[in-house]
């Protein structure tokens, strides 16, 4: 089974400093890779999303994650944050179609709160 | 717009009256799902549909319904609810379960 780790359930950086939210998987087969953004009083919506090919992934908003297998790991950077990144940032896992099972996992979340 | 839509977003009722949460999408997604949101428990999936009249639990289904009887819409029924069913709950929906999911706005229900 899969199963995703957030590390860190609130995380504070200061406007313009490196934020670096923290993500952990485990799953039998290889995996799809996703982090979302929720904003206040919003859904969920798509960060970046890691399948197949490069390990370095590129999204939305500066953001950019790195699959590492060797370390199960799939950690979410952005090199300068901005007073719009605050938000709660979710960490989610499934299966590759036909592997095995293809439902989503989610983290348990990280807060980001930006200080000016 | 590519959207999913949930209503009401805002919901209090009493223990016991049934009540239903609508979602309906309209990017012809085959995948629908439910989830509720607790603080520190992250998004557990309650149900999910593959396709029309193809419905299963997922990981917390005890007390909640749900039916598909179109693509597009997929009702989360509460029959008789209880108060450890507040939560925040969202509908989602995407081409397969691996896809990246659409969210609707989410409704915040609270049973006293």
């Known amino acids: 089974a899969q199963s995703v780790t957030q590390l860190g359930s609130h995380v504070s950086v200061s406007e313009g400093a490196l934020v670096l939210l923290r993500c952990n998987y485990s799953?039998?087969?290889?995996?799809?890779l996703f982090w979302y953004v929720q904003y206040p009083n919003q859904g969920l919506q798509l960060l970046l999303k890691?399948?197949?090919?490069?390990?370095l992934v590129k999204g939305i908003n500066g953001f950019e994650a790195e699959f590492k297998k060797s370390e199960t790991s799939f950690h979410l950077t952005k090199p300068s944050a901005h007073m719009s990144d605050a938000a709660e940032y979710f960490c989610?896992?499934?299966?590759?179609?036909?592997?095995?099972?293809?439902?989503?996992?989610f983290g348990t979340g990280t807060r980001l709160t930006i200080i000016p | 717009e590519a959207q999913v839509t949930q209503n009401p977003r805002y919901l209090i009722t009493v223990t016991g009256k049934k009540l239903t949460v609508t979602c309906s999408q309209n990017?012809?997604?085959?995948?629908m799902s439910w989830y509720r949101q607790d603080p520190g428990l992250g998004l557990r999936q309650i149900y999910y549909?593959?396709?029309?009249?193809?419905?299963d639990k997922g990981d917390v289904p005890e007390g909640y319904k749900v039916s598909r009887k179109e693509k597009r819409n997929f009702p989360l029924i509460l029959e008789s609810p209880s108060p450890n069913q507040t939560s925040l709950y969202f509908c989602?929906?995407?081409?397969?379960?691996?896809?990246?999911?659409?969210f609707g706005n989410g409704t915040r229900l609270t049973v006293t």
């Open positions: 989602a929906s995407s081409l397969r379960p691996s896809s990246p999911l659409h």
């Open positions: 799953s039998s087969v290889p995996p799809y």
């Open positions: 890691y399948t197949t090919g490069a390990t």
């Open positions: 989610a896992v499934s299966d590759r179609p036909h592997f095995g099972n293809e439902k989503l996992t």
């Open positions: 990017m012809n997604h085959e995948y």
């Open positions: 549909s593959m396709n029309v009249e193809v419905t």
